[in-house]
């Protein structure tokens, strides 16, 4: 069996789950660790006996030297185009974590590094592989409710984490937000059209930035996608996942994030002049079989480069997803609905 060789660039907390993924796999090995402290890269090695791996500060350097064909990009937002297009450029595919790349210029360069290349970028959305929410989609693409015309999405928990979201002027959309747009995005089968949002910092909140928002989209399919959320709630949490209400013609599906999704539907038979109509539950299907999580979303990417096609998250899908992320910042500054079709 073939062996991917991975560097793993970004060797802080967030790097642990790749690195232990890698590990457990037996066609790949970690060949390198690369951070711009080189004791944290070392701290990495001694963690999980990766004796063999190389230490760097240069991922150019490291590519080069063990002839990586696979690069982790677990670094900071700010740091994923440098790194991105550079691993791009040596030849390595490239899984990396969200968001794809800081600003939209980025990110559609990056699109153009990789197919100039023939390199494979594909991007963390791990919230997307989950059976319940791949039951709740289901639901959807079986017109069990009819054709939808609203989605809605509510985050509230109160999330301390210290540390560099605590001063981004944005942690909530910039950061958390795209995982639940993203989600919408595959629930619905829909792309973007436009935002308009409302963006404020809640009495309470620890962050320096903006740390709440009320999002409205269009999306192509002609539904309305509704997000409010609050990385500042104390109380009542919701789930990480959200809470959601999808309504379509005839009738509605529910998941609060944890348990199994269902739908509420108009029943078979006569009801004219019911003023509510007579209803029935249809619970969702599970025939998803995958993992959760970071595993189930490396799994589909290892999966994409052994068939020789993109992956799900693929940088040129997951663009509309980070557009959904900077249109609506852009219509909280400007106080304007935004136009999204020319994002991506």
């Not at 550079?86 to 969200?98: I, N, Y």
């Not at 903006?210 to 002609?222: F, P």
């Not at 944890?258 to 539907?265: F, H, K, S």
Request: charged share 20%; glycine share 10%; net charge negative.
């Amino acid at each position: 069996m073939s062996t991917y060789k991975i560097v793993v660039a970004g060797c802080g907390g967030m790097a642990r789950t790749w690195v232990e993924y890698a590990i457990a796999r037996e066609d790949a090995e970690i060949v390198a660790l690369v951070d711009i402290k080189a004791e944290f890269a070392q701290a990495m090695a001694d963690r999980y006996g990766l004796g063999s791996a190389g230490i760097y500060t240069d991922l150019a350097q490291a590519i080069a030297d063990t002839g990586a064909d696979v690069v982790f990009d677990v670094t900071i937002p700010a740091s994923h185009f440098t790194v991105c297009s550079t691993a791009l450029r040596a030849g390595s595919h490239v899984f990396g974590e969200k968001p794809m790349a800081a600003t939209m210029a980025e990110a559609r360069e990056l699109i153009r590094i990789a197919d100039e290349t023939g390199r494979s970028f594909a991007v963390m959305q791990n919230r997307r592989y989950d059976a319940n929410i791949r039951a709740l989609r289901g639901l959807i693409a079986s017109e069990t409710i009819g054709k939808v015309g609203y989605i809605g999405a509510d985050f509230f928990i109160g999330a301390h984490f210290g540390g560099f979201r605590d001063a981004m002027d944005s942690p909530l959309i910039l950061d958390m937000a795209i995982h639940t747009f993203d989600q919408a995005r595959f629930v619905t089968g829909a792309d973007p059209v436009s935002v308009y949002c409302h963006e404020f910092n809640p009495p309470g909140s620890w962050y320096a930035g903006n740390a709440a928002a009320i999002c409205i989209y269009e999306l192509s399919d002609g539904s309305v996608f509704c997000y409010r959320g609050s990385w500042c709630a104390e109380g009542a949490h919701t789930s990480w996942e959200s809470e959601w209400r999808v309504t379509g013609e005839r009738g509605t599906a529910i998941w609060d994030g944890r348990g199994a999704p269902y739908a509420e539907i108009v029943a078979p038979g006569d009801q004219d002049g019911k003023f509510h109509r007579d209803l029935t539950t249809v619970s969702a299907a599970f025939e998803w079989q995958g993992r959760s999580g970071h595993h189930g979303c490396l799994d589909e990417m290892f999966a994409s480069l052994s068939e020789g096609r993109r992956a799900e998250t693929d940088c040129r899908d997951n663009i509309k997803s980070m557009a959904m992320v900077l249109g609506a910042i852009e219509s909280a500054k400007t106080g304007q609905k935004i136009d999204l079709r020319d994002y991506y």
